[in-house]
């Protein structure tokens, strides 16, 4: 398969789990029904802003189905959701925007 042996690959899995459940349990357990500080508050608002970017842009720099080469059509969905994106100030209509023009290009350029 990959070196691993079917017994190391489940001590991974079950490590990976258990420290998953291990963060998740820092914030909901211990904090449970208590209000959270509003500095703490104000930090986590920024969180899907910081996210979605670092998930979209390699996608975006180094697409897979050319290889890992630059291409315009990429990097014009991309302007487009980010202008529909910085113009609404929605994060659906961006969305939408983006996939909408994939689906364009895609028709157009067969």
Not at 54 to 76: D, Q
């Amino acid at each position: 398969m990959n070196g691993f042996t079917p017994l190391s690959l489940w001590i991974i899995i079950i490590g990976l789990a258990l420290g998953s459940f291990g963060l998740r349990f820092a914030f909901i357990g211990f904090m449970g029904g208590r209000a959270m500080p509003a500095w703490l508050m104000r930090h986590l608002r920024y969180t899907a802003v910081a996210i979605i970017p670092a998930l979209v842009a390699p996608l975006v720099i180094w697409p897979a189905p050319t290889g890992g080469e630059t291409s315009l059509p990429h990097l014009a969905v991309a302007a487009l959701t980010f202008a529909v994106g910085y113009l609404t100030r929605n994060v659906l209509w961006a969305l939408l925007a983006g996939a909408g023009g994939f689906l364009a290009l895609f028709f157009l350029a067969g």
